[in-house]
């Protein structure tokens, strides 16, 4: 079997062990833990996720976000994301379950607190709440309305397995924080991802 099958097949079955979990009422942090533990154990396969159909970005672009899997109704969306120290994506929302674990490297998720009521548009208060180093063999998940930033540190590239409930194409409801101005507004899907 060629490694692109057993990828494929391990995939599969992953999946179907999370759309389990995910059909729990009500869909809770617990359900949400089973899920990072589907994505950990697919991430523990480093010889999946390095080879030369997930290339590290070009010099001066600092990532790469590679299509996995998703479902025909665009649920249960997969993708690798191959990036470069000194990424960093401001706090925002997802709007969906999310969830990421480590191949290789580690990611930097400053993890918040929405203090305000979110009744005054454009307007938002965030607390920093704690630093999630996600390395191998370590995730975290996220449900909808939680709040993080990213940030790639050191000198390595980084390839992390990131899971959504949703296609990341078809969420146009996200929010980003600006949390020094006390800002927020729509986020942007950011880097195309390649198919």
Same mark, same amino acid.
């Given at each position: 079997?060629?490694?692109?099958?057993?990828?494929?097949? $391990?995939?599969?079955?992953?999946? $179907?062990?999370?759309?389990?979990?995910?059909?729990?009422?009500?869909?809770?942090?617990?359900? &949400?833990?089973?899920? /990072? *533990?589907?994505?950990?154990?697919?991430?523990? =396969?480093?010889? #999946? #996720?390095?080879? @030369?159909?997930?290339?590290?970005?070009?010099?001066?672009?600092?990532?790469?976000?590679? !299509?996995?899997? *998703?479902?025909?109704?665009?649920? !249960?969306? &997969?993708? /690798?994301?191959?990036?470069?120290?000194?990424?960093?994506?401001?706090? =925002?929302?997802?709007?969906? #379950? @999310?969830?990421? @674990?480590?191949?290789?490297?580690?990611?930097?998720?400053?993890?918040?607190?929405?203090?305000?009521? +979110?009744?005054?548009?454009?307007? $938002?208060?965030?607390?920093?709440? *704690?630093?999630?180093?996600? +390395?191998?063999?370590?995730?975290?998940?996220?449900?909808?309305?939680?709040?993080?930033?990213?940030?790639?540190?050191?000198?390595?590239?980084?390839?992390?397995?990131?899971?959504? +409930?949703?296609?990341?194409?078809?969420? %146009? %409801?996200?929010?980003?924080?600006?949390?020094? %101005? +006390?800002?927020?507004?729509?986020?942007?899907?950011?880097? %195309?991802?390649?198919?």
């Amino acid at each position: 079997m060629s490694l692109q099958e057993e990828r494929r097949q $391990a995939v599969t079955r992953a999946i $179907a062990a999370m759309q389990q979990l995910a059909a729990r009422q009500p869909f809770d942090r617990e359900a &949400l833990a089973g899920i /990072l *533990e589907q994505v950990k154990s697919l991430a523990a =396969h480093g010889e #999946w #996720w390095r080879g @030369a159909e997930f290339a590290p970005p070009e010099e001066g672009e600092r990532q790469a976000r590679y !299509f996995i899997h *998703e479902e025909a109704d665009r649920s !249960f969306a &997969l993708y /690798l994301n191959v990036m470069r120290p000194g990424k960093r994506i401001p706090p =925002h929302d997802h709007t969906t #379950w @999310a969830c990421v @674990a480590a191949v290789d490297g580690e990611e930097h998720n400053d993890v918040y607190d929405r203090l305000d009521d +979110g009744r005054t548009p454009g307007r $938002a208060t965030l607390r920093l709440r *704690e630093t999630v180093v996600v +390395g191998p063999g370590s995730g975290i998940a996220l449900m909808p309305d939680d709040i993080h930033a990213v940030e790639i540190r050191g000198d390595q590239v980084i390839r992390h397995l990131h899971m959504y +409930g949703r296609a990341l194409e078809t969420l %146009a %409801a996200r929010t980003t924080f600006d949390v020094d %101005a +006390g800002t927020c507004q729509p986020m942007a899907i950011g880097v %195309a991802t390649r198919r």
